[in-house]
C-alpha cells in the first residue's frame, strides 16, 4: 500500500464543517483514495473514494491536490454522531486484483458540541 | 442494517472449545474478507476470498480456519485459542472487478470474542 499518514487527532465544533488531511506522497497513477470511518463498537464504514478529480456524495467530499500527493475529507456540517476515527487508505493490487485495505491509524475526530 | 450481517455479536470461548463465526453478506458481491481489530491497534487483514476461492493468507495461525461455501456466506472456526486472540473479529465483502479498481468495502459490525 502507498503509506498514509493523517493527525492522530482533531476536534471540531458542531455544525461547522470538518477538514481531516491526509498524506499519500508515494501513491502511483492508477490507486485510488479511498475514506472510512469507525465509529465505537461497529465496523468501519465507507465514505467516500476518488482518483484524481474531487468527489462529493451525500456524506462528505473529497479534495484531492493536483499532484495526487494528499486529500483532504471534508465533513460540511459535523454531528455529534460524526465522532469517530477516520481512515485514510490507498490500497495495493494483490496478485489476485482483489483490493486489500490496510489499515493505519487513522485520525480520531471528536465533534463538540 | 449494513449489508453485512455478522453472528454471535458476543462470544465468550475458553481456550479448550472449539466454536464458528458466522458472516453473512446480501450485497451481491464476489469477495469476502476477515479482519482482526486487536485492543489500540489498527484493523489486521486475516483472511480474503475472491469467487469462493482464498487468496489471501496472511500468517494467520492455524488456529483459525476459514471456510467459504458460496460467495454469500463466511465462516471462521476457531480451536485452542489463546487469551491474546480475544478481539473485534470484522467480516466484509466486495465486488472485485479485477485491475486497478478496487470496490469498496462493506463491513459488519463484528463479533466481540474474549478468551478465557
Known amino acids: 500500500d502507498a503509506k498514509t499518514t493523517q493527525p492522530p487527532s482533531m476536534d471540531c465544533a458542531e455544525g461547522r464543517a470538518a477538514n481531516l488531511p491526509c498524506n499519500h506522497s508515494?501513491?502511483?497513477?492508477?490507486?485510488?483514495v479511498y475514506w472510512y470511518r469507525q465509529i465505537h463498537s461497529q465496523g468501519p464504514q465507507y465514505i467516500i473514494h476518488?482518483?484524481?478529480n474531487n468527489e462529493t456524495n451525500e456524506m462528505a467530499s473529497l479534495i484531492i491536490t493536483e499532484d495526487r500527493k494528499s486529500s483532504t475529507l471534508i465533513l460540511p456540517h459535523a454531528t455529534l454522531r460524526d465522532t469517530a476515527v477516520y481512515y485514510c487508505i490507498v490500497p495495493s493490487i494483490g496478485s489476485s486484483n482483489t483490493g486489500k485495505l490496510i489499515f493505519g491509524q487513522g485520525t480520531t475526530l471528536q465533534v463538540k458540541p | 442494517e449494513t449489508g453485512v450481517t455478522q453472528t454471535p455479536r458476543h462470544l465468550v470461548m475458553g481456550m479448550t472449545n472449539k466454536k464458528s463465526l458466522k458472516c453473512e453478506q446480501h450485497l451481491g458481491h464476489n469477495a469476502m474478507y476477515w479482519y482482526k481489530q486487536s485492543a489500540k491497534k489498527p484493523l489486521e487483514l486475516m483472511f480474503v476470498y475472491s469467487l469462493e476461492e482464498r487468496v489471501e493468507n496472511n500468517s494467520v495461525p492455524s488456529r483459525f480456519s476459514p471456510e467459504c461455501p458460496n460467495s454469500s456466506h463466511l465462516f471462521l472456526h476457531l480451536h485452542t485459542l489463546q487469551p491474546e486472540d480475544s478481539a473485534l473479529y470484522l467480516c466484509a465483502s466486495s465486488q472485485d472487478r479485477g485491475g486497478s479498481y478496487n470496490s469498496p468495502l462493506h463491513f459488519g459490525n463484528g463479533t466481540r470474542l474474549t478468551v478465557t
Open positions: 508515494t501513491i502511483s497513477g492508477n490507486e485510488y
Open positions: 476518488g482518483l484524481k
